[in-house]
């Protein structure tokens, strides 16, 4: 836009230098009219043909238009630069994913636990992937995902039909998975094995049967709510962590692992999660603020502690982001790590504080 508005002021310098040579060449009885044809403001013509010239006001209010543009442009590139992504991608796709999961949680419950056992199968085939390309380690995805998706999609079915615990459930699904992993591996060399192996029962458990916390949530009778809890929770830690970290972050809070975290990041994330979980936990759960507090504070601990992990993990492999199929965000593993480690420790918070299993 710069370049235009630029280009636009060149050719009227040029336009009224060419005009007054030529009044200089020009015999003095034509100069008047010259001179008025040279300051005459340039004119557009509407759909009907009719001549239109901009007025004083139109010319000031279309330059305000492109003073502000550029300005928004410079700022949001600001943004972006700073945060190491595209912002005005990446709060699209949590918008389009906060509104799936909400409006699934609230009218198909089951609609909701099919995205997380997608969301978990989509996480382990992003890590799987890496490992490979990095470690050249041979996950078996076969047996990793099917147990995965059974663990997701039976934690909530068991305890709808009153089949049996969930917690017997991830026990034995866990404990089979794993069996098949070993054997399933023997096909392959003997090199690499015990790598193999390693990586494959660790892909169960994270994000497999910690992200499976999410659906034990669901299982309450105010299951709903309590998700609700969670993904607010963590949302808040993440946006309060950012948005304070950017504006004033000046101390590194885990130079090591994370550099551009920062401890005035982390007293954000405290402050509105803080007051969202709380006002959530009051209001919609019906409990007192002090329980409220002990939560949000439980939330935020590990849903940084999450970030920490998912970070330390690339570090280790080299990448920046897990993968891309999600714009601004990076891959799944990069949207729900922080979720993925609080999913269990709010499940068993919210069981101490409030009841019930």
Not at 27 to 37: E, F, H, K, N
Not at 316 to 329: E, N
């Amino acid at each position: 836009m710069d370049g235009h508005v630029s280009g636009s002021d060149s050719d009227t310098d040029a336009q009224s230098s060419a005009g007054v040579g030529e009044s200089s060449r020009a015999p003095l009885t034509g100069s008047g009219d010259q001179d008025a044809a040279a300051q005459a403001p340039s004119s557009t013509h509407d759909r009907h043909g009719h001549r239109h010239v901009p007025s004083g006001a139109e010319a000031t209010v279309e330059h305000a238009l492109t003073e502000f543009a550029d300005a928004t442009q410079h700022a949001v590139a600001e943004v972006n630069r700073r945060a190491g992504r595209d912002i005005i991608a990446a709060v699209g796709v949590a918008i389009v994913i906060l509104a799936a999961l909400g409006s699934t949680l609230v009218w198909f419950p089951w609609g909701f636990v099919v995205i997380v056992a997608l969301g978990v199968a989509a996480a382990q085939i992003e890590l799987s992937g890496v490992l490979a390309a990095k470690r050249q380690v041979r996950v078996q995805k076969v047996p990793l995902i099917a147990g995965s998706v059974v663990l997701a999609l039976g934690s909530y079915a068991v305890d709808a039909f009153g089949l049996m615990s969930p917690a017997l459930l991830a026990v034995w699904v866990v404990g089979l998975t794993s069996v098949v992993i070993l054997v399933v591996r023997l096909a392959g060399p003997t090199s690499g094995y015990l790598r193999d192996v390693g990586a494959s029962v660790f892909l169960l458990i994270y994000p497999g049967l910690l992200a499976s916390g999410v659906v034990s949530l669901l299982s309450h009778d105010q299951g709903p709510w309590w998700v609700a809890t969670l993904v607010v929770g963590v949302a808040a830690t993440d946006t309060g962590g950012y948005l304070v970290g950017v504006v004033i972050g000046k101390h590194q809070f885990a130079p090591r692992i994370s550099p551009k975290k920062s401890w005035e990041g982390v007293a954000g994330s405290v402050v509105l999660a803080g007051c969202l979980v709380t006002l959530m936990v009051t209001v919609l759960l019906h409990q007192t603020w002090w329980k409220g507090v002990i939560l949000a504070m439980v939330i935020v601990v590990t849903a940084i502690a999450g970030d920490l992990v998912e970070s330390v993990i690339k570090r280790d492999l080299g990448v920046k982001d897990m993968g891309d199929l999600l714009p601004g965000h990076g891959g799944v593993m990069d949207r729900v790590d922080g979720y993925i480690l609080a999913a269990f420790p709010t499940w068993l918070t919210m069981v101490f504080l409030f009841g019930g299993v």
